[in-house]
């Protein structure tokens, strides 16, 4: 058994979990939200912000060209809009309008938007100075003194994606985190507030409307008070869909020998530090730093370029041993890469790429150079190394050493800005502008020179939302993932966990430890397949691409049924193929291999994991196979006992005596491999096992006939069957029938796969209840009894029946009660129905196994629970629940296993 130690270190963990995060669509013709009451912002000295998320659908095309977003305007004016034809504002321009004594004044934004972009709008007035300005992603647009002095008039019904009574100046998309202020308060505090949900106690909140209902026509005023309930007009709340208002990524800036400069090294020294970003390569045969921290000579950075670094190349680097760029031996490949690299509290050097450790040096605290001076990106300091070719995206510096857990949960997902020990976080979110804003409380904004703003598909995250539809644009920070997406399904409270479906190849991917994500269609992985959360193959194939790899870091592939599999060219290896866990060692060249890894137990005596190993070449390999499990993959069995077993058809197997097991590393070992095929653990001497693993017996009964029903899980060496018969429980069993005389009785030979069996027997009496018992048969003559069950064929009058048909439903107790191995559970139906269930549950609600399902005629019927799951795993000691469900019956009992 592997024992884990648990080592605490003094790292920053950055992984948060997401509640769910919904908006509200707006049809630009008749849709709109009111207070239920009116909103009182003026007052002398009162102070004036409006901001929101939106998603502009369309532009007006009548109406005077002009589209609200929020507002006042009645009794007074605080209006953020789109568009004012009377003073020449295009309809795709913002503008923020107040009444001071009766008479509208207006700020114009300068900055056009685009349709299907998601922007952070805010417009603040500041009565102290009379100052006013519009924001855009966090960046004053425009700026100046709005109106005639202190005091604005707006205290009306409050209006969002429209105005005026009756409505009218419609907008035509998305809505999301209005929030109505009488506050002043500095651009820094915008930013700081853009990318989370708010408390709702926040000085100066008059209203907050996060619209994060899924169903109904009303929305919460989340300000503590909640004063101002709105509903929604003209709308059926089905507009409820999911944001992408806080995921990223959406922009990002293109080099081409150019830059960004900072005025701060981030309060960042020698050792203790994490610098990350996402990059886009279009060649192999590029060179220049990604970022800078510090003057060209002192610092460090990470780039591209090769072994020298004055020559162009595709080799990951970093500037680290005084001032040398150390390459990592490792190429970038092209497209978008996450790369990042840490130093230690004692100069240890960590290069990470697309979330792997591929580069460590010890190092020591003298290695790096403090940095001094600025920061860049895009370069090693102005025009000194600049990036010859690419896209930069979400550029984030940490003063800490964040762990691998830490990159790989956080690169597939935007940040807030405001978490601890994150000193310089840029995202890139702008679409113009000659500033990349930083979004911590350094507010390190850095200067372009060049550099050009584009659409960024560096991740794709899952939305925390109400449907888990894959297929479903909407659920996708960046739409549904296509071949080359970097996939992240992130940790979440609330909401509903994705559904794969559609058989989707993606690129790297990432499971977060409380994702949830479940399998209904197979699935490609081109990249990396991070899992911190259990994976399902749930009947699935999951198939890893030639220079996928698996690393199941917190969670594991498991399932008892469906596999996860991996093609690729092996020739000389010694290395865990793909991370599927199957090390092979040979000096051959095996071609183009196969390897399949599931994890349904072959037969009762083996653990729930195997392998195929499928080589073009499979003969004189020579080979050494480690094959790898987990503790919670045993079934069951005495560890110290397993053995490596090898079958050429995946039903016949033979033990590998000198295969060897490492109970400490979970381990199976065999060397001196002439060829490869089919590979499992289990017992030693496991040929002596139960011929036959029953999943289930039942009894049905009708008119003159009586039609016995099994399946079992697996088998082994069975002969066939035989069917015994009695007229009492404890009387003389005669033999009905058998296997040597009725084909239909015969056996599966050895099988790891599930088979069912039917049996009727005609010769009874209506009203005559009778026993059956039902033999297995191995090839060595081992006879295996299971049962009694009982049937009533057409019962008789006068024992709670009528006629020959139950009076009413029953759910009998089962008898033995308690039990151990098995015991019989007993039901009359008075009518056909719809559909029957017999199912066991544990005392969680968690479903163990379906006894019965399916569409009986009336009658008395019988089944046999034998203590497994449907999976065939043996259940522990304890209480459980049976359950008869039926379209007008529902009955349950409680049942004891003891052991």
């Known amino acids: 058994m592997r024992t884990l130690t648990l080592i605490l270190l003094i790292l920053a963990s950055v992984r948060f979990t997401f509640a769910q995060n919904n908006t509200l669509r707006f049809d630009g013709v008749d849709d709109y939200v009111t207070t239920n009451n009116a909103m009182d912002l003026d007052g002398p000295g009162n102070s004036v912000i409006l901001e929101a998320w939106i998603y502009v659908e369309s532009f007006p095309t009548g109406d005077y060209d002009i589209s609200s977003i929020m507002g006042i305007e009645g009794n007074g004016a605080a209006l953020l809009r789109l568009g004012d034809p009377g003073v020449n504002q295009p309809k795709n321009m913002l503008q923020f309008v107040l009444t001071f004594s009766g008479q509208q004044y207006k700020l114009n934004s300068t900055t056009a938007l685009n349709t299907n972009t998601w922007y952070h709008v805010a417009a603040a007035w500041k009565s102290s100075t009379t100052v006013a300005y519009i924001t855009i992603n966090g960046q004053v647009d425009v700026s100046g003194s709005l109106g005639p002095g202190s005091d604005f008039t707006a205290n009306d019904i409050f209006y969002i994606g429209a105005i005026f009574s009756p409505a009218e100046r419609f907008f035509n998309g998305k809505i999301d985190e209005v929030r109505v202020w009488n506050a002043d308060f500095s651009l820094a505090t915008i930013r700081a507030n853009m990318y989370k949900e708010l408390s709702g106690t926040e000085t100066g909140l008059v209203a907050y409307y996060k619209l994060n209902e899924s169903s109904g026509t009303s929305t919460a005023d989340a300000q503590s008070s909640a004063s101002h309930n709105a509903t929604l007009y003209n709308m059926t709340g089905n507009e409820w869909q999911a944001s992408a208002a806080f995921a990223g990524p959406k922009q990002a800036l293109d080099f081409t020998l150019d830059y960004v400069t900072i005025s701060s090294i981030f309060g960042l020294s020698t050792t203790t530090l994490t610098v990350e970003s996402w990059v886009y390569l279009a060649s192999t045969s590029e060179k220049g730093a990604f970022v800078h921290i510090g003057d060209h000579d002192t610092g460090y950075g990470i780039g591209v370029g090769s072994s020298d670094w004055d020559n162009a190349g595709n080799e990951l680097i970093v500037l680290y041993d005084l001032r040398r760029w150390i390459p990592s031996g490792i190429n970038i490949g092209t497209g978008w890469h996450h790369v990042a690299f840490s130093i230690g509290s004692l100069g240890e050097c960590t290069i990470y790429l697309d979330g792997v450790a591929v580069y460590v040096e010890s190092g020591d ?344 029903k099994w399946s079992t899980a697996s088998e082994l060496q069975n002969q066939g069957f035989e069917i015994l018969r009695s007229d009492a429980p404890d009387g003389e069993f005669q033999l009905l029938d058998s296997y040597t005389r009725n084909s239909d009785l015969r056996g599966a030979g050895t099988s790891n796969r599930a088979h069912d069996y039917t049996f009727t027997d005609t010769y009874v009496y209506n009203g005559n209840t009778y026993y059956y018992k039902l033999v297995d048969v191995d090839n060595n003559g081992v006879r295996t009894e299971h049962g009694p069950l009982s049937a009533t064929p057409e019962s008789a009058v006068g024992d709670g029946k009528k006629g020959n048909v139950p009076e009413a439903f029953a759910l009998y107790q089962n008898s033995p009660n308690p039990f151990n191995p098995s015991t019989t559970i007993r039901f009359d139906l008075p009518g056909s129905s719809a559909r029957v269930l017999l199912e066991v549950y544990n005392l969680l609600g968690q479903k163990i196994t379906t006894l019965y399902d399916g569409v009986p005629e009336a009658g008395s019927y019988s089944a046999i629970w034998n203590g497994r799951n449907d999976a065939g795993r043996e259940m522990p000691s304890g209480v459980y629940i049976y359950r008869l469900s039926t379209d007008n019956f529902v009955g349950s009992h409680r049942m004891v296993l003891m052991k």
């Open 365 to 708: 605290p003298t290695d790096p150079l403090a940095p001094t001076g600025s920061s860049s990106i895009g370069s090693s300091q102005t025009t000194t190394r600049s990036l010859t070719a690419g896209m930069i995206d979400e550029v984030r510096i940490w003063k800490s050493t964040l762990t691998e857990q830490d990159i790989r949960e956080n690169m597939f997902r935007a940040l807030v800005g405001n978490e601890t020990n994150l000193v310089g976080y840029y995202n890139f979110d702008n679409t113009s502008g000659s500033t990349l804003p930083d979004f911590t409380a350094g507010n390190n904004d850095g200067t372009l020179t060049g550099p050009v703003w584009v659409n960024s598909s560096a991740f794709n995250t899952w939305l925390n939302t109400y449907s888990s539809t894959w297929t479903e644009a909407a659920n996708w920070s960046s739409g549904v993932p296509v071949s080359t997406d970097n996939v992240g399904i992130i940790n979440y409270s609330g909401g509903a966990s994705p559904v794969l479906s559609g058989t989707p190849t993606v690129n790297h991917m990432v499971i977060g430890s409380s994702a949830g994500l479940t399998l209904s269609s197979d699935a490609v992985i081109n990249g990396n397949l991070f899992l911190y959360d259990n994976l399902d193959l749930n009947g699935q194939t999951v198939t890893l691409g030639s220079s996928a790899r698996l690393y199941e870091a917190g969670g594991n592939v498991q399932g008892a049924s469906g596999q996860i599999q991996t093609t690729r060219n092996l020739n000389n290896i010694d290395e865990d193929v793909a991370g599927l866990g199957a090390k092979i060692t040979t000096s051959a060249d095996m071609g183009s291999t196969t390897i399949i890894r599931g994890h349904e137990a072959q037969g009762p005596q083996g653990i729930e994991r195997y392998y195929q190993i499928n080589p073009a070449n499979n003969s004189g390999l020579n080979a050494t196979l480690v094959f790898n499990y987990l503790d919670s993959e045993l079934n069951g069995l005495t560890e110290a006992d397993l053995r490596l077993f090898k079958s050429t058809d995946g039903n016949t197997w033979a033990e590998q005596a000198s295969s060897v097991v490492n109970t400490t590393d979970n381990t199976l070992t065999l060397s001196g491999i002439a060829d490869f095929s089919w590979w499992t653990g289990a017992i030693q001497g496991a040929d002596a096992s139960l011929p036959v693993e029953l999943a289930s017996f039942s009894a049905d009964a009708g008119d003159g006939w009586v039609t016995l």
